[in-house]
């Protein structure tokens, strides 16, 4: 149920039934020589899409620009400041919860925004307005990820350029693939550590194009496979959010200062 495709009556039907809103979230940054700069926000609508026209639940408009600042140094690159993105959220969130929400489920799919919108559920937990969780495509078939790339890469690789080839094909550059893999990097974490400490903060500082991994692995048939691997998590997601009694949800009150042992 795409809100911005209803009238305000049938949204007021939903709302006397369900109580539960999906809110997708990406970013517009470089993803390399191959990608269109909105894979992110066009990888997290169109799960989100998928997920509640299966579930029947309301589904937002995409929120594409987020915390995106380290790709600031390629052409395109849109961010806003952290606590401006999470304010942002937070009052989209509270004007859910006004018209009836009081469960949310944020379908991410930009690693940049994932401590942010944990911040913003954690605000609307203490105050017990909501219940809002962070979902991000890729954690949640990793298994699937693992077993399908050898390199699948954080940013730009493998992964996402086989969702955007299921997803929007004319937007993928295929005949930049071998340029994105030998012109960008093979990430390793434990490479970018000094003495223990991450000593980078700009993707441009371990990837002169800004990706990472083997981009020629992908195809359209593997982006299929994942799309509808990653559509089927959070389906079950929101189908067992859509069944939590919301007393079960909301933040547990302070413990008794005078337990019945000691009285």
């Not at 400041?81 to 304010?87: A, C, E, N, S, T």
């Not at 919860?97 to 919108?117: E, F, S």
């Not at 086989?162 to 993928?172: F, P, Q, S, T």
Request: one cysteine or more.
């Amino acid at each position: 149920m795409f809100l911005p495709h209803q009238t305000w009556p049938d949204l007021a039907d939903y709302v006397t039934d369900e109580s539960l809103a999906v809110v997708p979230l990406g970013s517009t940054e470089q993803h390399g020589p191959h990608l269109p700069e909105g894979t992110d926000y066009l990888i997290a609508e169109a799960l989100a899409r998928a997920a509640t026209d299966r579930t029947g639940h309301l589904c937002t408009p995409v929120v594409p620009i987020g915390v995106s600042a380290h790709h600031r140094q390629f052409h395109g690159t849109m961010w806003v400041d952290p606590p401006v993105f999470r304010d942002y959220v937070e009052s989209l969130s509270r004007n859910l919860t006004y018209h009836g929400i009081d469960r949310i489920v944020y379908v991410n799919a930009h690693g940049g925004n994932v401590t942010h919108l944990r911040e913003v559920g954690s605000r609307l937990h203490r105050d017990g307005t909501a219940y809002a969780i962070e979902w991000m495509w890729d954690e949640s078939i990793p298994e699937l990820i693992r077993d399908v790339f050898e390199t699948p890469g954080p940013h730009g690789g493998p992964k996402e350029t086989a969702m955007i080839m299921h997803i929007a094909r004319e937007l993928v550059r295929e005949d930049r693939l071998e340029d994105a893999r030998d012109d960008g990097a093979t990430f390793d974490y434990d490479a970018e550590r000094v003495h223990g400490a991450t000593t980078f903060y700009d993707s441009i500082e371990n990837s002169p194009n800004g990706v990472f991994g083997d981009q020629t692995g992908a195809t359209p048939e593997i982006g299929a496979e994942l799309f509808e691997a990653a559509t089927d998590q959070l389906v079950a997601l929101l189908e067992w959010l859509d069944q939590k009694p919301f007393d079960d949800l909301v933040a547990k009150p302070h413990v008794d200062p005078r337990p019945a042992r000691d009285r």
